[in-house]
């Protein structure tokens, strides 16, 4: 069993910055990959950001330069920093954690909403 808990979502203005952190508990494995997808409504869930527990990420290009994701492998906690934020980023953010084929989890989602 697996839980995410994810925290820090909310309200910002365009430009301005929001980070959000994602603890994970129970049965983690040695090797896995976090990430954070979003979801505006009525499209579909996008790959925002991801990273491997040996610190290699990847980016939608929509975020790169803006947003940084990072990990702490003791916490079994990953972070998302959103910097210039545009009205485009607003949408409900879900952490991932993905184990392996039948062993993807995800977060209950936090609302992200930028206001230009």
């Known amino acids: 069993q697996v839980q995410l808990v994810e925290s820090g979502g909310g309200l910002v203005q365009a430009g301005g910055s929001l980070r959000l952190s994602c603890a994970a508990s129970?049965?983690?494995?040695?090797?896995?990959?976090m990430g954070w997808y979003h979801q505006a409504p009525g499209k579909q869930r996008e790959l925002v950001a991801s990273?491997?527990?040996?610190?290699?990420?990847v980016y939608a290009d929509a975020v790169k330069g803006r947003f940084t994701i990072s990990r702490d492998n003791a916490k079994n906690t990953v972070y998302l920093q959103m910097n210039s934020l545009k009205p485009e980023d607003t949408a409900v953010y879900y952490c991932?954690?993905?184990?392996?084929?039948?062993?993807?989890?995800w977060g209950q989602g936090t609302q992200v909403t930028v206001s230009s």
């Open positions: 990273i491997t527990r040996d610190g290699r990420s």
């Open positions: 129970g049965s983690i494995f040695l090797f896995n990959v």
């Open positions: 991932n954690l993905d184990q392996g084929v039948s062993l993807r989890y």
